[in-house]
């Protein structure tokens, strides 16, 4: 999460409104490799970006099973008693593994009502960043007794890398540039996969509180699988906000921070909240895509010109002040 936001407007209750509000974009002819049919599946992408920021993705060619496998852990690990779950916390030390919620805090806008697990790509060491090298060095903690949930995260996460790349070249060609512009930037990427559960909020919270506050994610692009219990909702450009609610073997796609700073802001990274108003639990597992540690993200000069809206950052300098969150009580974890 980066950018949060606390206008007033905040606490509106998004609308119900029909899927069309995001548009529902084909993959599979980008897939299949006709030059036209990529570029034109790439202009509907971008101007999903431009608009709204945000996107249905099906044809998309990952193995329903690889996403049914994932929910299935998910379903079953955080089902398990405090004292198992705690047995994979992640640490200032370790940031890989279980982040529950606070213990104690009050219903507020601020309120943080939803628990995590956090996977990465496991990549060699790199030896020009051993500053942080705790972060992004180390391998995934997996929960005891559950090979599963070890197979499937693994599983998943080597859909996502494949997935994410093929997006980046429709990103790229949207933009006009050539598909391959971003694939140097993302040779071992330190992308991260959360496996979220989110408790129903309780009757008595007011609508300002949500289960995660209104946010922009850091990353260039994100990779959401939502299943059958909403609760996304997402900000417009008019300030109105409105439900994203799930799509059957769809993927939901939105721009980050990062995608929106390389395409000199024509790429829109737009807020967004989760509030499980159901009744029954949700789950949903996000994949945070990231560009190699070492790379720098800027405007890029064939798209900003002599005007460029946005500082340069380098990525493992912005991905770490993110991780310096996660304190060292894992009790008080705010993301």
């Given amino acids: ?23 529902i974009i084909d993959f599979a002819p980008f897939l299949a490799g006709d030059k036209m049919a990529r570029k034109a599946v790439a202009d509907e992408i971008a101007f999903a970006c431009e608009n709204i920021g945000f996107f249905y993705l099906t044809g998309h060619g990952v193995p329903e099973q690889v996403v049914d496998a994932i929910f299935a852990a ?6 398990r008693p405090m004292h198992e779950r705690a047995e994979a916390f992640a640490t200032p030390e370790w940031y890989r593994g279980y982040i529950p919620m606070p213990d104690h805090q009050p219903l507020s806008r601020n309120t943080r009502m939803f628990e995590q697990y956090r996977l990465q790509h496991e990549w060699p060491a790199d030896p020009e960043d051993m500053e942080h090298a705790r972060i992004f060095d180390q391998v995934n903690r997996w929960p005891a ?11 998943y996460l080597e859909a996502m890398l494949g997935l ?15 598909d391959t512009r971003f694939d140097g930037w993302f040779r071992h990427p330190p992308s991260q996969l959360s496996v979220n559960y989110y408790p129903v909020l309780p009757d008595t919270a007011d609508t300002e509180v949500s289960n995660m506050i209104s946010h922009t994610d850091e990353g260039p692009f994100t990779i959401l699988a939502q299943r059958e219990i909403g609760g996304l909702e997402v900000k417009r450009r008019d300030g109105a906000w409105i439900q994203a609610p799930p799509l059957r073997g769809a993927f939901t796609i939105n721009v980050g921070d990062m995608m929106m700073w390389w395409s000199n802001g024509r790429y829109l990274s737009n807020y967004h909240r989760v509030r499980n108003r159901t009744d029954v639990e949700r789950f949903s597992v996000p994949y945070f895509a990231n560009p190699d540690r070492n790379v720098t993200v800027a405007p890029l000069p064939e798209l900003s010109g ?9 990525v493992a300098d912005h991905l770490a002040r993110f991780y310096s969150q996660l304190s060292k009580n894992p009790h008080e974890v705010y993301t």
């Fill in 1 to 23: 999460m980066s950018r949060s936001e606390r206008s007033e407007d905040d606490i509106a209750a998004a609308a119900a409104v029909s899927l069309e509000e995001i548009p």
């Fill in 74 to 79: 998910a379903a079953d690990f955080f089902a």
């Fill in 145 to 155: 007794g559950m090979d599963h949930f070890h197979l499937a995260g693994e599983a």
């Fill in 164 to 178: 994410g790349r093929e997006l980046l070249r429709a990103f790229a060609l949207g933009l006009g540039l050539e």
């Fill in 306 to 314: 002599d005007t460029p809206r946005y500082a340069p950052v380098r």
